[in-house]
């Protein structure tokens, strides 16, 4: 797909890490309770790593127990991508930066305790934080 954030692999590889070029470029994971937005609890936006658009508010976080940041809805319906995800022997939904094609993690239905009963399970090194004034 032709994103409005493209690059070339070059250019990603130039401005990310290797662990994050793994997990944005290559939809890797990072491991289960590792990652530093975990419990991010202030007010403020979270965005794509890899082109800074806003994707989800802290309104929308909560505690899942799941061992990566949760949100029960992106910022609007047109801030992320959903994708069928087959590998490792499992049907799951990709979540992607819809600006950039950058790979976030994964939706689940499983959250009843959330509005929506969805649980973006979005890995740390995916998003940046900024605070709100």
């Known amino acids: 797909m032709n994103y409005p954030n493209n690059k070339p692999e070059s250019k990603w590889r130039e401005e990310l ?3 994050e070029y793994h997990v944005l470029r290559e939809a890797g994971t990072e491991r289960a ?5 975990l419990d991010e609890k202030r007010i ?6 890899g082109c800074q658009a806003e994707l989800f508010r ?3 976080k909560f505690d899942s127990h799941c061992g990566w940041p949760s949100f029960y809805e992106p910022k609007s319906t047109d801030a992320v991508e959903l994708l069928e ?7 799951r939904v990709e979540v992607r930066c819809r600006a950039c094609g950058s790979h976030l993690g994964h939706v689940f239905e ?6 929506t009963g969805d649980r973006y399970c979005i890995n740390s090194v995916s998003i940046t934080f900024e605070q709100a004034n």
């Open 17 to 19: 890490t290797e662990f």
């Open 33 to 37: 309770y590792t990652g530093p937005l």
């Open 44 to 49: 403020g936006i979270f965005r794509c790593r």
């Open 58 to 60: 802290s309104e929308t």
């Open 85 to 91: 995800d087959t590998t490792l022997g499992m049907k």
């Open 110 to 115: 499983d959250a009843p305790q959330t509005p």
